[in-house]
């Protein structure tokens, strides 16, 4: 079956970096784009980030474009999120997600940005 395993949230002052991972099994990752999503404490939620299956295009939300890089390593079945700069607003549980017919999630790594 699809599982996906988030890792490398904590909790880190603002203008710093943390770089997360999720590995995947049960499908043949190198086949499916790949996307992170946040959900912020009481809000929705949202699309943070795809990379393309061979990892040919990318694409961010607006907010964290310039900050934050989606990258893949189909040999490990492991898509990662580098994030820096992070500010306060980035405080969210992260989850990955794949299109595997309906939508499979990982149990999510939480993000704390604080002083």
């Known amino acids: 079956q699809v599982r ?20 995947a099994s049960g499908f043949t990752f190198s086949n ?10 009481g809000k929705e939620r949202d699309w943070v980030a795809t990379i393309a ?32 700069n992070l500010q306060p607003e980035d405080t969210a549980v992260y989850y990955c997600n794949v299109r595997y017919g309906p939508d499979f999630w990982g149990q999510g790594t939480q993000v704390t940005v604080s002083s």
Not at 10 to 16: I, S, W
Not at 36 to 41: E, G, I, K, L, S
Request: proline share 3%; with cysteine; hydrophobic share 35%.
């Open 4 to 23: 996906l395993v988030e890792s490398g949230g904590g909790l880190v002052e603002p203008g710093g970096s943390l770089r997360l991972s999720c590995a």
């Open 32 to 41: 499916y784009a790949m996307r992170w999503y946040r959900q912020a404490p």
């Open 53 to 84: 299956n061979n990892g040919a295009s990318r694409n961010y939300v607006d907010s964290v474009k310039g900050r934050f890089a989606i990258s893949r390593d189909n040999a490990k079945n492991t898509v990662y999120l580098q994030m820096n």
